[in-house]
């Protein structure tokens, strides 16, 4: 079956991982190989070759050429370019959405739901491209007029994680082509194939189209080159998405040559159900947050801090949900699954030492707690664990993983702190039926987080909206509002049409 999903994407099972651009893929074999595994069987489902340094070279200096015609190539034109890519991607979403689910392991709905999200931001973007407004302002000068532009800023560097393999690409590369930049792509080595097969996808679209190359696309076998795109000071903005830790390396190397980032890392969410919550919303936005893409997405929720008038009843009802969700566990091709594999036996060994540390803090596993021995693949139960701190070092870090700890509180000042006093500031979410609570929640001294909610869970943000968030979780904003701008370079302009010069603070010149 992978085969048949590869093939209809055009991928062989030998494969290069270097777009070059010029509809030329790269020849190289001996720069190392990536051999992608299908989590739900352990099976190795393609050979991706690695790039190397003098492809990288290769395509730097491509895309500096495809940049000079590019920026000046008209913003509503450039946004046709990013509509045909829309297009495409609507045509290839079933295939694509499948290759997804095959080598991230997230299910087929899931799967398709991310290429819709890269639909989604194309559109956004198509409209985006006639609306880069700066702000015309009042000069204090007379005969003078100030306004300001943004024009491309250049070679946008994308580095994902396994997790969303394309659509947070997407996310970037959409808006930056309709911003007038270039964008290079290294993806996470667990998930080349997505790459691939987006890449060949878009770029089939612009060749049709008669457009440049705008997205190009190398493989790293090691670090070293994902390195040296860092460092690289030919590249403007380096867009990271992926854990703290590397994130945090990222950030200042980029900081050390003057460059911009954009940080995407990881959260660790809560949502707090207060006495007067609508469980028949809280429940599902519950289990779909904390187990959805078993517990594998940045937003996922980890945390959940319920009133202790309502604690011992809303954990009754989570554990049967949970025991509903166990039968549905499995291969994440089939539509009958609701939980897929996490996407390594590192996750797996991830997943069951958090829950040990659990334990050893006094946590009791309410349920789940253990990894499925009785297949192949990487399986493991949803868990739910009580009995621990907010304070408690496996509560405060970002396990990659369905685990969700839930902790009881008296009230919602006490419960907010603690959402709050975690390094990270992602995603967090409210279930309540008091306005007042909802209020202080959203209001300054509430949430921390870069994304809020009330009586909606903290995972499936929509395009429309900036998607980031504080703290350890980098402080980037991508997709809606106008996150564009961070794809661009903002210049202030004054014109003085009068006859005279009037200089800064009055000074006069008698020249
Ligand atoms: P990761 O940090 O292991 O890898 C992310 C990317 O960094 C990969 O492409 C990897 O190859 C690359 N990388 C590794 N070493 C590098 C180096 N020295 N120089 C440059 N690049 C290097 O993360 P992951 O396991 O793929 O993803 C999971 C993490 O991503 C979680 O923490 C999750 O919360 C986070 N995440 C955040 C968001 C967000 O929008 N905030 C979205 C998705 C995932």
Known sequence: M????LKSLGIGTEHSGTYLGQGEWSETTDAGALQPVNPATGEVIATVHASSAADYETIVKRAQEAFKVWRTTPAP????AVRLCGEALRKHKDALGSLVALEMGKIKPEGDGEVQEMIDIADFAVGQSRMLYGYTMHSERPGHRMYEQYHPLGIVGIISAFNFPVAVWAWNAMLAAACGDICIWKPSPKTPLSAI???KICNEALKNG???DLFFLFNDA???LAQAFVDDRRIPLISFTGSTKVGRMVGERVAQRMGRSLLELGGNNAIILDETADLKLAVPGIVFGAVGTAGQRCTSTRRLFVHESIHDSVLDTLVKAYKQVEGKIGDPTLATT?????NSQDAVKGYLAAIEKAKAAGGTVATGGAALTDRKGNF??????TGLKNADEVVQTETFAPILYVMKFKDLDEAIAA??????GLSSAIFTQNLKSAEKYLSAAGSDCGIANVNIGTSGAEIGGAFGGEKETGGGRESGSDAWKVYMRRQTNTINYSDSLPLAQGIKFDL
């Open 2 to 5: 992978s085969h048949a999903i």
């Open 380 to 385: 493991v139960l949803p868990t739910i664990i």
């Open 197 to 199: 097969a987006a890449i």
């Open 338 to 342: 609701l939980m897929g594999p996490l």
């Open 210 to 212: 008669g457009y440049p």
């Open 77 to 80: 034109q450039r946004g046709e």
């Open 222 to 224: 090691g670090s070293d």
């Open 419 to 424: 959402q709050n006093d975690v390094p990270q």
